[in-house]
C-alpha cells in the first residue's frame, strides 16, 4: 500500500524513492512485523485464557507435557495478522502472486482455526478429522497449482546443483505442487509439538526464501547465480520477511516455558506459505534441505506408522522425533536448541546451492 502512496510523490518527496527497492521494503516488513507481533501478543494472550482457549495435551505423551494443559493456543492467529498487515502495508498489491500466497495462507489458516476450535469444544487433541484436513488442503493447493498452470506459470522443475537440467512437469506440475503446499503445511504442523520448536525453523526457512525470492526476481542476480529469472516473485521477499519477523515475535511469548502455543491456525498456514512461496519461486526441492527439521519430522510419523502397521513395534520410542529425544532422557530445551541449531545450518547449506551449481 505504501508503495503505491509514496512511490508516486517520488518526485516532490526525493527521499521516497527508497520504496522502489524491495530490500528496504523487506526490511522495513520484517521490522513492522516484530513490532506488531510484540504490541499484540500481551493482549491476545489475554484474549485466549478470557475466552478459555486451552491447550488439549495427549496423555500418552510424555509426563512432563501434561503441565502444559490448559496453556492459550490458536497464537497462530497472532502470527497471521503480523505476516497479513506488514505484507499489506510494505508489499507491492498489483502483484497477483502476492495474493495466492496469502490466500493459501489465509485458507489453511481458516482450516487449522476450525481444528484448534473442536479441540477446545471437545475437551481433546482430535480435532478434523486427518481425511477432512487432507481434503481441503488438496482442495486449496488445487485451486492454487490450477491458478499457476491456467496463467502460464513455467511447469520446468529447477534442481539444486544443476545448471541445466530442468525437466518439464508439463500437467504433472499441478499434482507435484499440490504435494509440495499439503506437504509443507502438515510437516510444520507435526514439528509443533515443544515450546519454540516449530516457530524456529520457521523463522530460519522465511528468512531463507526471502532471499531466494529476492534472487529469483532479480535479473542480475538470477543470471549471475544461473536460477530461474522470475520478474514477479521479488516481491515474494515482502511476505516471507514479513513471516520471519513475526515468527521472532512470537517466539518471544513462544519461548519455554510458553505464555502460548501458535496451534493449527499458526502451523497450517505457515506451513502452506512456505510450500507456495517454494512453488512460486522454483524451489520446491531446495524446500526439503532448508526445511530439512520439517521433513524429518514428518518423515519420523510416516516411518513409525508404516513398521508399526506391520510388525506393531515401534521404530521410535514416539513419534515425531522431537518426543523420542525427549523420551531417550533429553530436555525439552536442548531439544528445542538443537533443533534450532540444525536448522540454521540447513538453512546456510541451501543458500550455499546457489553457487554450486
Not at 481434503?135 to 522443475?157: H, I, N, P
Request: with cysteine.
Amino acid at each position: 500500500m505504501l508503495y503505491h502512496l509514496l512511490y508516486n510523490l517520488r518526485d516532490q518527496v526525493p527521499a521516497f524513492n527508497v520504496i522502489r527497492y524491495i530490500t528496504f521494503r523487506g526490511l522495513a516488513a520484517a521490522i513492522t512485523a516484530f513490532a506488531i507481533g510484540l504490541l499484540l501478543g500481551p493482549p491476545v494472550i489475554r484474549k485466549l485464557r478470557a475466552f478459555k482457549f486451552g491447550q488439549s495435551i495427549r496423555d500418552d505423551g510424555p509426563q512432563s507435557h501434561l503441565q502444559k494443559a490448559g496453556t492459550p493456543t490458536m497464537g497462530g492467529v497472532l502470527i497471521l495478522a503480523a505476516v497479513f498487515l506488514p505484507t499489506l502495508l510494505w508489499g507491492r498489491l498489483d502483484r497477483p502472486q502476492v495474493w495466492l500466497v496469502l490466500a493459501v495462507t489465509a485458507a489453511f489458516g481458516a482450516l487449522g482455526f476450525v481444528d484448534d476450535y473442536r479441540k477446545i469444544k471437545e475437551k481433546n487433541s482430535k480435532g478434523v478429522p486427518g481425511r477432512v484436513k487432507l481434503v481441503v488442503q488438496g482442495l486449496g493447493s488445487l485451486a492454487a497449482a490450477g491458478y499457476l498452470y491456467q496463467s502460464g506459470f513455467g511447469t520446468d522443475l529447477a534442481l539444486p546443483f544443476f545448471k541445466h537440467f530442468q525437466p518439464d512437469l508439463g500437467w504433472l506440475f499441478i499434482p507435484f505442487s499440490m504435494l509440495v503446499i499439503v506437504g509443507a503445511s502438515n510437516a510444520v504442523n507435526l514439528t509443533d509439538g515443544l515450546d519454540g520448536l516449530a516457530i524456529g525453523p520457521v523463522v530460519t526457512t522465511s528468512g531463507t526464501y526471502a532471499l531466494l525470492a529476492y534472487v529469483a526476481g532479480n535479473k542480475l542476480a538470477a543470471d549471475y547465480l544461473q536460477v530461474p529469472f522470475l520478474p514477479e516473485a521479488g516481491e515474494l521477499s515482502i511476505v516471507c520477511a514479513s513471516a520471519a519477523g513475526a515468527g521472532l515475535a512470537f517466539l518471544w511469548y513462544n519461548c519455554h516455558p510458553a505464555e502460548v502455543f501458535m496451534g493449527d491456525v499458526g502451523s497450517l498456514a505457515l506451513g502452506g506459505l512456505l510450500g507456495t512461496v517454494a512453488v512460486l519461486t522454483k524451489q520446491e526441492v531446495l524446500l526439503a534441505l532448508v526445511g530439512g527439521i520439517f521433513v524429518v519430522e514428518a518423515l519420523s510419523v510416516m516411518i513409525q506408522v508404516f513398521y508399526y502397521k506391520r510388525t506393531r513395534k515401534r521404530v521410535f520410542k514416539m513419534a515425531p522425533i522431537h518426543h523420542h529425544f525427549e523420551l531417550s532422557g533429553w530436555p525439552e530445551s536442548k531439544v528445542i536448541v538443537r533443533f534450532w541449531i540444525v536448522s540454521i545450518v540447513l538453512a546456510l547449506a541451501g543458500i550455499s546451492t546457489l553457487k554450486l551449481r
